[in-house]
């Protein structure tokens, strides 16, 4: 009995090394001071970090992914929020249909909506001109994050605190804004992290949607890649990881704790 | 209270919806009912079933579907076998534990898939860390091919998907009254009987979501097969994306994606059957 609670452990831990390792190793190999990727490094350096940051292209992806996935979370936040509210205080006997319809995006595989959405753009004529067809994938794929967290921490709560503000003379906005918004900012903080984050690491729908001219750092990442295999694009990498841990702990830190 | 104001709630998420996902798909099915283009066209006026009738004569792409669905039934297994001792450690961990191992088993969602296609690329390639190793320490001559076959795309798959295997299972397994395990070990029962009579029972709603959300996963995903596969592993969703987007063949390449989804739902439906899945 023994050995195999040994074995299991040991089973256990070989698990959560393969969680972890191709992001380690990726990590680890940005570092490298060689010319190319080879593992152990040869020496450590930040040599691949100084030529990311003096390449234009990724610089510019990377500011371009930021500012898409900001832009696709507000708009996420807004819409999701909402529908939150309608499905746990008045969806009533559509509950299930209404959720099942706010998390379609996230059941329907990724990349056959991006092609549905390319067909879709043509036929109406807009095609994948000023980026609208890209913007409304990556609001698509956010969606459900912001609906599912926000949902989550409106279930907690009941309506009397809104109701009573209301009674003493708060005018509806005002008893949204002053009660239910702070009550439900964890939520919110949780689906915009998630939104955020799964707008800047998509990769199906920007691969399809994404047009001519300047790409999201995924897709300028996996053209690099395709040619090369220096340590540049593991130090792209690494940095991009690094955004998005600092996302989590931010979040954590400002929300975490009262969630 | 107007009636008509909790609509205007719902309204802008409900035409999101209904404009860019619904009419879409909509489209899509459409499409793969409407005849093949000749001359470069991507299709021809009028409507019939020519699209799936090429697609069932043709081997090429034909083969392709039982493989698909046997990489996502594997991918699935993987990740239950993996992912059920880790759910159970997490279930049972300390409170500071939890949270760590819980960051582990979501890490591979925070990662794009891009980074971790390219982390699979330095473990797993010819020259890589797995096959340098190995070949310095003298148990190989030859590198052990890891990737650009079917083993390397499960591997990948499973390493993502492992999340969506052990929440569902977490979340069951904790709805356990400890106490009951300790009733039925105090009565005599063996560690493995309380697994099996206990333990494994009650976590079944998790097994049941579990699978059935990596394998609709598994047999949809695109870049992980694409990257880690190099093209010489042959998915129904790849030649879907290829026939559509580099070949214009758009009835064919929707009709194709109609009948995948068409055989995973006919999966997903006998699985439930077997397992006795008690519906919502």
Redesign the interface.
């Known amino acids: 009995?023994r050995l195999a609670e040994a074995l299991?452990a040991l089973?256990?831990v070989l698990?959560?090394i393969?969680?972890?390792?191709?992001?380690?190793?990726?990590v680890l190999?940005s570092f490298n001071a060689g010319n190319f990727?080879t593992?152990p490094p040869q020496g450590l350096s930040l040599r691949w970090f100084v030529t990311f940051l003096q390449n234009d292209v990724f610089i510019d992806a990377i500011v371009y992914s930021a500012v898409l996935a900001a832009l696709a979370t507000a708009v996420s936040l807004?819409?999701?929020t909402?529908?939150a509210?309608?499905?746990v205080?008045?969806?009533g006997k559509e509950a299930e249909t209404?959720r099942v319809?706010?998390l379609?995006?996230l059941?329907?595989?990724?990349?056959?909506?991006a092609?549905?959405?390319l067909?879709?753009f043509y036929?109406i004529g807009v095609g994948l001109e000023h980026r609208i067809a890209l913007f409304?994938g990556h609001?698509?794929m956010t969606?459900p994050f912001v609906?599912l967290n926000v949902t989550t921490s409106l279930q907690g709560r009941d309506e009397a605190c809104e109701l009573a503000a209301r009674s003493l003379g708060a005018s509806r906005m005002t008893a949204f804004r002053r009660v239910t918004l702070p009550l439900i900012a964890p939520g919110l903080a949780t689906g915009g992290v998630f939104a955020f984050?799964i707008s800047?690491?998509t990769?199906?729908i920007s691969?399809?949607l994404k047009g001519t001219g300047s790409a999201p750092?995924?897709i300028q990442?996996?053209d690099y890649?395709r040619f090369n295999f220096t340590p540049e694009?593991?130090a792209v990498?690494t940095v991009?990881?690094i955004f998005?841990?600092a996302a989590?702990v931010v979040a954590d830190r400002l929300f975490g704790r009262k969630g | 209270m107007s009636r008509r104001r909790p609509l205007l709630l719902i309204a802008p998420a409900a035409a999101l919806i209904f404009f860019f996902v619904m009419l879409p798909y909509i489209n899509v099915l459409v499409m793969s009912l409407r005849m093949p283009g000749s001359e470069g066209k991507p299709f021809d006026p009028g409507f019939g079933f020519e699209a799936y009738a090429q697609f069932f004569t043709q081997d090429y792409y034909l083969s392709a579907l039982p493989h698909t669905l046997w990489l996502g039934i594997i991918t699935t297994a993987v990740c239950l076998l993996l992912g059920y001792p880790l759910a159970l450690h997490i279930a049972t961990a300390s409170r500071r534990w939890r949270g760590i191992l819980y960051g582990i088993v979501l890490s591979p969602l925070l990662v794009g898939i891009v980074i971790r296609s390219y982390g699979w690329t330095i473990l797993l390639g010819n020259t890589g860390v797995i096959n340098k190793t190995l070949k310095d320490l003298g148990i190989i001559v030859r590198p052990l091919k890891l990737m650009y076959n079917d083993f390397g795309v499960v591997l990948a798959l499973a390493h993502v998907f492992l999340p969506f295997m052990v929440l569902p299972l977490l979340s069951s397994l904790q709805g356990i009254d400890p106490a009951i395990g300790q009733a039925a070990r105090s009565l005599g029962a063996s560690r493995l009987t309380v697994f099996r009579r206990v333990t494994f029972p009650v976590s079944m709603p998790g097994v049941q979501s579990g699978c059935i959300l990596v394998f609709v996963l598994a047999i949809s995903s695109y870049v992980t097969p694409a990257l880690i596969g190099g093209m010489r592993v042959k998915t129904t969703t790849i030649l879907v994306v290829d026939a559509l987007i580099d070949q214009f063949l758009w009835p064919f390449g929707s009709a194709m994606a109609f009948v995948l989804a068409l055989s995973a739902g006919l999966i997903v439906i006998a699985f439930a059957m077997l397992t006795r899945m008690k519906w919502k």
């Open positions: 009995m299991l089973f256990r698990v959560y393969f969680l972890l390792a191709p992001i380690a190793v990726v190999a990727l593992f807004v819409i999701g909402m529908a509210l309608y499905y205080r008045h969806a209404v319809l706010l379609l995006p059941i329907l595989p990724e990349i056959l909506t092609i549905a959405l067909f879709f036929q409304t609001v698509l969606l609906f984050i800047f690491d990769f199906g691969f399809i750092l995924p990442l996996y890649l694009a593991a990498s991009s990881i998005t841990l989590v």
